[in-house]
């Protein structure tokens, strides 16, 4: 395995200092959440060696979002982003091909790329909505595919697939006797119609899903992948062992006790989200240096500036987050153009989100 830092991590704003940033438009997940904002207090846990597969009445609460699943099929790992290492080294070598969509979560391209194997990129493009072109995807297959990597809804883009494209992903992998991976990290935060957990359709597609984005708590490290392919699941589990044996009983605990909570704090959320939306798309509509493609799902969206040739990006970054004190996402943590950029529009509060995109709109005109 070649490992190398991605820049997303490396720039990530926990990693620049929270202290020194004003208006954080950068982070993808809803507010940060304390342990009493989910009203919860911890038992006098044992911190034994939990149940490898992860604790069963987490598994049973995962599995129960959707028919047809069962706890076994759920496999508790260390954040999405555990899931998803997992997946990738435990599928793909250096003789295999995967097809991914870009821009991406940069996990589910780097992780790839450290293996080495054969990777087609189906890039989304800005003037088509960041629609994902099934057809492009098969066309894209080959003989040695292994995985068809789809997010949804998308980071950082916050487009959602149609059911009909869902099913007609299912559908290929099935044909072509491949993977469909579907990281469903953002799919609590739905803003229109939520689509059923992809391994529910198949045993040949894997589900993704985490803690981290619609309830606030990346600190806990709860993930979870899920497939129906009883085979595939011991593959799973015994990378998991090898890395860490068990998940954290600590977090496992109030992973469970947030999920227990699940349906009355998103019925508060995602309105108090879509209205968040609002306030970027009214800025949009009044701010005609930035067009974006509405998101779907998610907080956050992914606009494209209005700018020539002559306009010096790196300066306009410096000056937004030295001078305003206002982060964002830059196109280049996406493999992306620094044009674009990514707003997070969840986890300010609305004061801030209000200020940050004043100060977007102020940092461009510098110099125009
Ligand atoms: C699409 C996607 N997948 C996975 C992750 C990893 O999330 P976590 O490991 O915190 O669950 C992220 C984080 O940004 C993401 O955007």
């Known amino acids: 395995m070649n490992y190398a830092r991605m820049v997303i991590e490396k720039e ?15 982070e993808s997940s809803i507010a940060d959440q304390k342990l009493s904002d989910l009203g919860v207090s911890l038992p006098d846990l ?22 047809g699943l069962s706890p076994d099929d759920v496999l508790v790992t260390a954040g999405a982003a555990g899931a998803l290492f997992i997946i990738a080294t435990s599928l793909l070598s250096a003789s295999d091909h995967l097809v991914v969509v870009r821009p991406n979560y940069a996990t589910n391209i780097e992780t790839p790329k450290a293996i080495g194997c054969a990777i ?7 003037d088509k909505g960041f629609a994902l072109d099934v057809g492009a995807v098969e066309a894209a297959l080959k003989p040695n595919t292994r995985t068809i990597s789809v997010t949804c809804p998308h980071n950082p883009t916050g487009t959602m697939l149609s059911r009909a494209d869902l099913d007609a992903l299912v559908a290929l ?20 119609e939520k ?36 085979e595939l699941y011991e593959r799973f589990l015994a990378a998991k062992e090898q890395i860490g044996i068990c998940g954290s009983v600590i977090d496992e ?25 609002d306030i970027v798309q009214a800025w949009v509509d009044s701010e005609p240096l930035i067009e974006w493609v509405r998101p779907q799902g998610g907080v956050v969206g992914f606009p494209r500036m209005g700018v020539g040739p002559d306009f010096d990006t790196a300066r306009f970054y410096e000056s937004l987050l030295g001078r305003h004190g206002t982060y964002v996402g830059p196109g280049h943590w996406f493999e992306m153009p620094k044009t674009f950029f990514r707003i997070g529009f969840g986890w300010p509060t609305e004061a801030e989100l209000r200020g940050g995109l004043a100060a977007i709109s102020a940092a461009l005109r510098e110099q125009n």
């Open 12 to 26: 990530a704003p926990e990693e620049y200092g929270y202290d020194r940033i004003r208006f954080n438009l950068s």
């Open 46 to 67: 044992t911190l034994f060696y939990g149940e490898h597969r992860g604790d069963r009445t987490l598994r049973a609460l995962i599995a129960g979002q959707e028919a």
């Open 120 to 126: 087609t990129y189906i890039d989304l493009d800005f």
């Open 173 to 192: 992998a099935e044909r072509r006797g491949c993977y469909l991976l579907v990281d469903e990290t953002y799919r609590d935060l739905s803003l229109g």
């Open 195 to 230: 689509l059923p957990v992809a391994a529910s359709l198949s045993p040949c597609a894997i589900s993704v899903c985490s803690l981290s984005k619609a309830f606030g708590i990346p600190g806990i490290r709860i993930g979870w992948l899920v497939t129906r392919d009883a």
């Open 253 to 277: 605990a109030i992973a469970t006790k947030a999920l227990q909570g699940r349906d009355a704090f998103l019925a508060t959320l995602l309105p108090e989200m879509a209205a968040r939306r």
